[in-house]
């Protein structure tokens, strides 16, 4: 579950134009074949398109003769196939998934049976916290429930491949066991939905935590990447400068919805239709829930109240 957040340049409080998020909308990779995208990296797209998945789902092929296989995608038998195919006369070592969402990890357990290599990376899904009373999970349908890897990679970990090592990244905020992926040699990360060069995240109560997401983007601000390869898309390829927007475009949205409550309590719903201009519909959803998500950080900052457990149908008032 990626995308969520386009169009930001038709908000109603623009930042300035050096710190907007420079969206790149033009992506030309047909699904099911493999192209080569850098000295290290092929990349192969699943034919899954939507308002949430962009183009589909970019798996990675990391190496040559013996390779791993990042986020090989949603269960689908023919992107499986497609990959296994291009791939003849290699050897897939180990399969990498960045998180559980049903676009990037149901079809490393169809990868693995093709081919025995092991399942590396992200732990099995859980939620940023306990569900609510009468709080009805969303996007519950969207998380890959049976997902167990048979090795998971701790914060700073590495994977020492023929020619390549791999460092995993912790980036918890758009699921709570969301890993990113250095390639060494390269300086290079695979993003997975944390950070993606078409549009924002998602993040979404309980499955997410906003605070946790910015804490996240934060934290790659140490790093001196030259490249992101996210889930969906294609490359960011000035990460820094991407890294500022992002960050000053939370805070935006964090003044737009605290301008909003200005006017009296509202439910996350109400909110997006003041913030959220020429918003796909499809997105309003997506975008309900991740106003949801930053006001859950401003109740437990202390900016914002609401009568109870915050849950996405109450009322929030500007405390």
């Given amino acids: 579950m990626s995308g969520a957040d386009q169009n930001i340049e038709n908000e109603r409080e623009k930042p300035d134009a050096d710190e907007t998020p420079r969206f790149e909308l033009a992506f030309d990779a047909p699904a099911g074949h493999l192209l080569r995208v850098s000295p290290l990296v092929r990349r192969i797209v699943a034919p899954n398109p939507g308002p949430f998945t962009f183009t589909g789902t970019c798996t990675y092929v990391v190496g040559e003769g013996e390779v791993v296989v990042i986020?090989?995608?949603?269960?689908?038998?023919?992107?499986?196939?497609?990959?296994?195919?291009?791939?003849?006369?290699?050897?897939?070592?180990?399969?990498?998934?960045?998180?559980?969402?049903?676009?990037?990890?149901?079809?490393?357990r169809l990868l693995q049976k093709a081919t025995g290599a092991e399942i590396i990376g992200c732990p099995p899904h859980f939620p940023a916290r306990e569900m609510a009373l009468g709080e009805i999970n969303k996007l519950d349908a969207s998380n890959d429930l049976d997902h167990r890897p048979d090795r998971e990679l701790g914060d700073g970990?590495?994977?020492?491949?023929p020619g390549f090592t791999i460092r995993a990244v912790k980036t918890p905020g758009h699921t709570m066991n969301h890993v990113c992926f250095e390639l060494v040699e390269e300086k290079a990360l695979f993003t997975g939905d944390h950070i993606m060069g078409w549009s924002t995240s998602i993040v979404a109560p309980p499955d997410g935590a906003m605070r946790l997401y910015l804490d996240s983007l934060e934290k790659l601000r140490a790093h001196d990447h030259a490249v992101y390869w996210p889930?969906?898309?294609?490359?960011?390829?000035?990460?820094?400068?991407?890294?500022?927007?992002?960050?000053?475009?939370?805070?935006?949205?964090?003044?737009?919805?605290?301008?909003?409550?200005?006017?009296?309590?509202?439910?996350?719903?109400?909110?997006?239709?003041?913030?959220?201009?020429?918003?796909?519909?499809?997105?309003?959803?997506?975008?309900?829930?991740?106003?949801?998500?930053?006001?859950?950080?401003?109740?437990e900052r202390g900016l914002v109240g609401t009568e109870g457990t915050p849950q996405l149908t109450g009322k929030f008032s500007r405390l």
């Fill in 71 to 108: 986020d090989p995608g949603p269960d689908l038998p023919s992107h499986v196939e497609a990959l296994l195919d291009v791939l003849k006369g290699e050897k897939v070592a180990a399969i990498f998934v960045t998180h559980t969402h049903r676009d990037h990890s149901p079809a490393a």
């Fill in 231 to 299: 889930g969906h898309g294609g490359p960011v390829s000035q990460p820094q400068r991407f890294l500022r927007a992002l960050l000053h475009h939370r805070r935006a949205r964090e003044k737009s919805i605290l301008a909003a409550l200005g006017a009296g309590p509202l439910a996350p719903p109400e909110i997006v239709e003041k913030v959220y201009e020429k918003l796909d519909p499809r997105l309003k959803g997506a975008a309900a829930l991740s106003t949801f998500a930053h006001l859950e950080d401003l109740c």
């Fill in 157 to 161: 970990e590495v994977f020492d491949g």
